[in-house]
């Protein structure tokens, strides 16, 4: 299912949910609606439209966090019963059902941001506060003179109201803010991405290797040589790539694989099993750090009995890498290489929340697993 049918599907649900409940509940009495105030309908037509819109295009997170589903009911439930109470208690511009408005507004402002609301926790309740005294002391001061209507009544109406648009404006502004720090991050990881794989080790041996299989005038010559240039056109073009077909990003590890192979002159166990359950794109250059590290602290330092294990699983909303190495009991491996400091900030600003890395060194055999949600 794509994307903008998503979002044009909780574009029109959302507008008939909220157009169908307030003709109801005005039908029914339960609330009142000026048709003099325009604006203020409008404003408040549109904010209920977004509430009910938003877990309608967030249905497939929602399955997953039950317990956000829960926060939601027990919302609406709270708004429920503070309709159906200033129904009920014959009181216009009730104080008590203002606060529990007011409440509903603030907690599903959380359940949307609740890192901003937590780094603005004083302000926003300062400014409720202030509001909601207001508002209660102007409500029955001027009622108990009759007079709550005209001037005083839209003065308190818009202390609660223009929070809103504020506080608004203020979570846009801190979304450009991060957006802006994140394509500043998510650069410098890249290019750090780039200087660590352009390995002049790698690149140099594998020379070297081409220029001895070039004197023997060895059939392998030139399958060496379209590896290496494929390497280096995925490396530097495709690299630079927001996705790439999965199915490019595994050809580059057997290319990799395979120009790993001619340089051994001893048997090594090398087994990469790949499985497409439906085809993907995939950030590029995510897996070849630990397939990297896999020759590096396995292969290359074992005299014998050196292996390496690589699975690739593509399923329908998720990605698993495996990979498991040889090695050396008597190598430490306490410091984490830059590479590996490179892929988890990398992770990190691509697929916040969406990956699980973690790796396990055993005495005989190294083990890695990535998990990518899609």
């Not at 509430?51 to 967030?58: A, N, Q, T, V, W």
């Not at 966090?65 to 009920?88: C, E, H, P, Q, W």
């Not at 509001?131 to 001027?142: G, P």
């Amino acid at each position: 299912m794509s994307t903008l049918y998503i979002k044009y599907k909780a574009f029109f649900l959302g507008l008939g949910i909220t157009a169908s409940l307030i003709f109801l509940l005005s039908y029914a009495g339960i609330i009142l609606i000026d048709s003099t105030a325009i604006g203020e309908n409008l404003f408040f037509f549109t904010l209920w439209w977004g509430i009910f819109s938003l877990p309608i295009y967030k249905f497939d997170y929602l399955k997953k966090n039950r317990s956000t589903i829960y926060k939601i009911i027990g919302l609406f439930l709270l708004l429920l019963g503070a309709v159906i109470m200033d129904s009920y208690m014959d009181m216009a511009d009730n104080p008590i059902t203002i606060f529990l408005l007011v409440f509903f507004w603030l907690g599903g402002l959380y359940l949307l941001s609740p890192a901003f609301v937590k780094k603005y926790l004083w302000l926003i309740l300062g400014v409720y506060i202030s509001a909601l005294c207001y508002f209660t002391y102007v409500r029955f001061s001027a009622g108990s003179r009759g007079m709550f209507y005209g001037a005083e009544k839209e003065g308190a109406i818009l202390s609660l109201i223009m929070p809103i648009p504020g506080f608004i404006g203020l979570w846009f502004y801190e979304q450009w803010k991060w957006l802006r720090l994140l394509q500043s991050e998510k650069s410098k990881a890249e290019l750090a991405l780039l200087k660590s794989q352009v390995n002049p080790h790698f690149f140099f041996n594998t020379l070297n290797n081409l220029y001895g299989l070039t004197v023997e005038k060895s059939e392998k010559a030139p399958n060496v040589i379209l590896g290496l240039s494929d390497m280096m056109r995925y490396t530097i073009y495709d690299g630079e790539k927001e996705r790439v077909p999965i199915e490019d990003e595994i050809a580059y590890l057997e290319n990799y694989i395979e120009l790993h192979k001619i340089r051994y002159h001893r048997a090594v166990n090398i087994s990469f099993e790949s499985h497409i359950e439906a085809p993907c794109e995939i950030a590029p250059l995510l897996f070849i750090i630990l397939v990297e590290n896999a020759f590096k602290h396995g292969v290359e330092v074992l005299a014998e009995n050196a292996y390496i294990n690589i699975r690739l699983m593509v399923e329908q909303d998720k990605i698993e890498f495996y990979i498991e190495n040889s090695l050396d009991p008597n190598q430490a491996l306490n410091k984490e290489g830059i590479g590996l400091t490179n892929l988890k900030k990398r992770l990190k600003l691509i697929y916040p929340q969406q990956h699980k890395l973690s790796t396990e060194s055993k005495d005989t055999c190294y083990i890695a697993r990535l998990e990518i949600e899609l």
